[in-house]
């Protein structure tokens, strides 16, 4: 690789610099706020992706269908700035955040608005780029008292600083919680807590698989430090400084746009699981599950379609129904209406070869195609093999949306589950339409999920235009938290995911993906016994998304009485979750409008307490509750360490005072999920009818933790 040397001072703006490079490339540095400025590489040959759909910085604007041109500026501030030309290049202050550029062979040093290091370039080549391969490389220094976090969904703890991760979404069933890499999303943003303990945020804008070495690697004559890796890609990254973790998130969230504000009944709990669907009775199946919810007393407040309704065999096909399965399917549907449940469908993006529709799609070029042969790419799907619609193609995305209100929301289902959208194609001739400028498939595969999730979306809202838009997405790159709700994938059922999954959650929302959940009791794998089921339940029913979903190889189903011994404690948590709805739902309204977590590691709150920096299974629901779940078999009391910083601590239910900054043993009997509040929190409550609570029950009572 050759680094991007001989950088010379080309031009000078009110946003900033550009550099001239020996190659004929440039380098172009620019502030958009007082605390976020720009650098982005443009090759002597142009950019590899002139284009980018994560950048939405207007509130309320999406980017266009075809994109974002890559050197668009506008919806930015321009900062005053002061310039000040020195021996090795120059610096730029906004006031409230600064950088040297070192020119000759190129390397940054950021500064807080005080003059406190936040970070700095690797002294020795910093960036690189490979003629041979495309791939470039940003090299930093690094401090072993630096914290690392962020990449979307990532394992194992939460410090990812030691790890090399890629960001590469993959169809992950069965992942190892603790160590498993990559998962669903295509994320390449990192969060970091500088030596120093200040704040900074670097979002590396690209569509191409990338690999972050977090401490790993070492070589002697670089001293400490660590990279990404670009895979043909282009570099273009944002850095963003703050203060506190939340503010460096905010920023990230806004320049990405934003957090899509759902309707209330998403934030009830929710049933899937594919055995229900895929039984050979299923509609009757899912008839028997209504009354028994009803005769259970469960609240429930969605339904969500596994995608056995179109499945022949295990071979599914989109956008079809499977009627001797379902003979009547839209009285099922307006059954569950009836009932209060709103009704979710899975749908996928890739039709088998024996589709019905296959000839007409690929008629109009609707599938990824060979550059050479100019013939749909085929790849292994779902016990067969079958092609992947191209979301860059408008006569592709006219097809779903027809197909998706013909098919799926005129049979009386509101939504689009969007699954099975990592478009894991690894033909390296691959090639999308990308609206008239042919973009190779591995500059695009995260793309895909995105825009098909806005292709649902777009089509939901024309079918329902009086109703708040929501989708699901298991794939998704920034930008998918504008349209849908996410969640960790197909895991397992073990005490091991119970426990792993609930970082991974925290890290989603350190990511900036608010609206998160996991499957409750674990999708593949085996049974969980009655113990395991009931704390799965209550370490999620305070997750923004809860929906209890499984496949199981022996047909069994994780439904609320699967063990008729337990069936009142899970009832009781799901209760819970509808009683704490109202706080949710404020929660929701602050990530949409303040781009804030809802799901918070104890430090994103306590940043100034050291403590709350160590691994732990407890987390923050905003900013009153610290929820301590049960991760261990047979744990019937736990420690829990609760930070400092509030005056004192209180259990949630029986009002007991804890001190703030220690630790303490809590009992933790099967019935009950240990949840604390901090003094001083007012937290709104609701009550419903005979204890049979709804998702629309208004707020009835506020518990207020008094201090005194």
């Known amino acids: 690789m050759n680094p991007l040397a001989a950088a010379t001072i080309d031009a000078l703006h009110a946003q900033g610099v550009r550099l001239a490079l020996a190659d004929g490339g440039q380098v172009q540095l620019d502030f958009l706020s007082p605390t976020m400025a720009r650098l982005r590489h443009r090759g002597p040959q142009g950019y590899r992706e002139p284009r980018t759909w994560a950048i939405a910085p207007v509130p309320g604007q999406d980017v266009p269908w075809a ?26 202050d906004s006031g409230a955040l600064s950088v040297q550029v070192r020119t000759g062979t190129l390397a940054l040093t950021w500064r807080d608005g005080q ?61 190892d919680p603790a160590c498993g890499d990559p998962l669903y999303k295509h994320w390449p943003f990192v969060l970091c807590r500088a ?27 670089h001293g ?180 998706l209100r013909r098919q799926v929301l005129d049979y009386g289902i509101d939504v689009a589950w969007n699954d099975n959208n990592e478009y894991a194609v690894l033909d390296d001739n691959a090639v999308c339409h990308g609206f008239g400028e042919p973009l190779a498939l591995h500059r695009a595969r995260p793309l895909h999920a995105l825009l098909m999730t806005r292709a649902s979306c777009e089509a939901q809202a024309l079918h329902q ?61 085996p049974v969980p016994d009655a113990e395991l089921f009931v704390r799965w339940v209550q370490a999620c029913c305070l997750n923004p998304r809860m929906v209890m979903n499984s496949w199981k190889a022996d047909g069994t189903v994780n439904l609320p009485w699967l063990h008729p011994g337990v069936t009142p404690l899970v009832a009781a948590a799901i209760r819970l979750r509808y009683r704490l709805l109202p706080y949710l739902w404020r929660l929701f309204e602050r990530a949409s409008r303040e781009h804030q977590p809802i799901l918070r590691p104890l430090f994103f709150e306590f940043p100034e307490d050291p403590a709350s920096y160590a691994d732990s299974d407890d987390f923050m629901l905003g900013d009153a509750l610290l929820v301590a779940p049960v991760v261990v078999a047979g744990e019937r009391r736990r420690s829990v360490y609760l930070p400092a910083g509030p005056a004192a601590w209180f259990d949630f239910e029986t009002g007991q005072r804890y001190a703030a900054g220690q630790r303490h043993e809590v009992d933790a009997p099967l019935d009950r999920l240990p949840l604390f509040a901090r003094a001083g929190a007012e937290v709104p409550l609701a009550q419903g009818q005979d204890g049979r609570h709804r998702h629309d029950d208004p707020v009835s009572e506020w518990r207020r933790f008094d201090p005194a």
């Not at 041109?69 to 020195?86: K, Q, Y």
Request: charged share 20%; aromatic share 12%; glycine share 12%.
């Open 115 to 175: 003059g406190r290091p936040l970070a700095a370039d690797r002294p020795t080549s910093a960036y690189l780029a490979s003629r041979r391969t495309g791939a470039v490389r940003h090299y930093l220094q690094r401090d072993r008292a630096e914290r690392y976090y962020g990449l979307g969904d990532k394992t194992g703890p939460l410090d990812l600083h030691g790890r090399r991760l890629r960001t590469l979404a993959l169809d992950s069933l069965g992942y």
């Open 224 to 403: 400490l430090y660590r990279h990404v890796e670009i895979d043909d890609g282009d570099l273009d990254y944002y850095f963003m400084a703050g203060s506190t973790p939340g503010a460096v998130i905010a920023q990230f969230v806004r320049l990405i746009g934003g957090t899509a504000l759902p309707p209330r009944w998403t934030l009830g709990y929710a049933q899937t699981a594919m055995g229900l669907a895929d039984a050979p009775d299923a509609q009757d199946r899912l008839n028997d599950f209504m009354d028994r919810m009803a005769a259970e007393g469960i609240p429930c407040s969605a339904f969500h379609y596994g995608s056995g309704y179109s499945s022949r065999g295990k071979r599914r096909y989109v956008f079809t129904w499977n009627r001797d399965k379902f003979p009547d399917p839209k009285a099922l549907n307006a059954r569950f209406q009836a009932q209060g449940l709103r009704v979710v469908a899975n749908v996928k993006p890739c039709l088998l070869d024996d589709h019905p529709d296959y000839a007409q799609v690929s008629e109009q070029q609707g599938f990824i195609q060979d550059a050479g042969t100019g013939t749909p790419v085929i790849e292994p799907f779902w016990d067969g093999v079958g092609s992947h619609l191209d979301f860059t193609r408008p006569a592709a995305v006219r097809w779903w949306q027809d197909s």
């Open 195 to 221: 030596a120093s303990g200040h704040w900074y945020g670097l979002y590396y804008d690209t569509l191409c698989a990338c690999t972050f070495d977090l401490g790993c690697e070492h070589d002697n004559y």
């Open 67 to 92: 994109g974002r041109p890559r050197d668009d500026l506008s919806g930015f501030e321009s900062p005053p700035l002061t310039v000040e030309p020195n021996a090795s290049g120059l610096r730029l």
């Open 465 to 525: 235009p009086h109703e708040p838009v929501f989708s699901v997405s298991r794939g998704g790159m920034p930008g998918i938290q504008r349209h849908a709700q996410t969640w960790t994938g197909d895991n397992t059922t073990s005490w091991e995911t119970l426990r792993w999954n609930i970082r991974t959650g925290l890290q989603m929302s350190l990511s900036g993906l608010f609206n998160v959940g996991h499957d409750v009791g674990g999708f593949a794998g």
